[in-house]
């Protein structure tokens, strides 16, 4: 009997990969982490499994993440990965506001939810990996939208929305894509290609970076005039890749996903773009099935609204239940790595 708790999706090339020689570690030269706030702890189970169970120590793998999918990358880069991930999700499951938390109050709580996620020295772990490449998407915003005043970068945020709205390719005119890297940064193709600068990563720049790539608009604070970039105010990488719309390149990429309906820009949660099914062709979307989400706690995923929706401890309790039922995922990619049963992958055109 087929498990019903993941979904798995294939780009064209992808598939006939997974046909031909099945799925192994080896195979998967790239991995993508999107934005999503909480949403990633329904991933929280495959993201332990595949760093104790699939992917070997001394294996090169390219891993780019925005916003908390850029923290859940710096936890694949240090050197016990599983006992990072299980600090960023203790982190952030332990995080508590005030009734009306300030952008400086909901940025100091970023600050402390980094510190734990690197502990003493994962940025010195990160920086010295030679098999893990990391890319850490991150926004670099002109214009209203750079403003620290909330009326002023809510204009901003809107003419980005307006903007995008015309044209993906319009978003260069307020944004820049800025992604600071170590090794050999992923390099990628795209449909309308974004003004894109790449910065190397260094012990000065990787935990603003990281903090920055977070640091969500109109909620946090933007970031100033990180060292080795040039100067301005930096924002959440999930205002150009919320959940990414492009091509890695080379080799099969791995994208362990949320849900079944990936946005490119974070503008277009609101809108009706969707990735382009020829950016995925060689990428494996593994996500939750509407079955599985529909058994959790509230029949959904954790979001930035439990905050406010939920008591503190009734959301921390909620978290806790769907990162431990999250090891089903776990067990189902498992059962299909064991078998290399891939009859019933969905084409990638099924997203969304």
């Known amino acids: 009997m087929k498990n019903k708790d993941l979904n798995i999706y294939a780009g064209h090339n992808a598939r006939q990969h997974l046909a031909q020689y099945g799925l192994c570690a080896s195979d998967v030269k790239h991995m993508l982490a999107a934005s999503g706030g909480p949403k990633w702890m329904v991933l929280f189970g495959l993201d332990q499994y595949l760093t104790q169970g699939f ?87 002109h214009g209203l939208a750079g403003k620290e005043q909330s009326a002023l ?52 720049n990787l935990y603003l970076a990281a903090l920055a790539s977070g640091s969500i608009p109109m909620v946090m604070e933007g970031i100033y005039d990180i060292p080795g970039a040039p100067a301005g105010c930096y924002r959440d990488g999930g205002i150009v890749d919320y959940h990414f719309d492009v091509d890695p390149g080379e080799g099969l990429c791995l994208y362990p996903h949320f849900n079944n309906n990936p946005r490119p820009a974070w503008f277009d949660k609101f809108g009706q773009r969707k990735i382009r099914s020829e950016h995925y062709q060689n990428t494996i979307v593994l996500a939750p099935s509407e079955t599985f989400i529909g058994q959790l706690p509230y029949g959904k995923i954790p979001d930035r609204q439990d905050f406010a929706e939920l008591e503190d401890k009734e959301r921390e309790r909620f978290w806790r239940t769907v990162q431990a039922e999250s090891s089903r995922l776990a067990d189902a990619f498992h059962d299909r790595l064991h078998r290399q049963d891939w009859q019933d992958v969905k084409p990638i055109e099924a997203l969304g």
């Open 55 to 141: 992917f070997e120590d001394q294996q090169a793998l390219n891993i780019m993440g925005s916003s908390a999918g850029a923290m859940r990358a710096c936890c694949y880069a240090q050197q016990n990965p599983s006992a990072a991930i299980q600090r960023f999700a203790d982190a952030y499951t332990n995080t508590r506001y005030n009734n009306k938390p300030s952008p400086a109050d909901i940025t100091a709580s970023a600050h402390i939810l980094l510190q734990q996620l690197f502990g003493e020295d994962g940025q010195q772990q990160i920086l010295r990996n030679p098999h893990r490449a990391l890319s850490i998407v991150t926004t670099r915003c």
């Open 153 to 204: 970068q809510g204009l901003g945020m809107l003419g980005g929305f307006a903007l995008n709205r015309m044209s993906r390719r319009w978003l260069d005119i307020p944004f820049e894509r800025v992604i600071f890297f170590t090794g050999q940064p992923m390099h990628f193709e795209e449909k309308y290609p974004l003004r894109t600068r790449y910065v190397s990563l260094s012990e000065k």
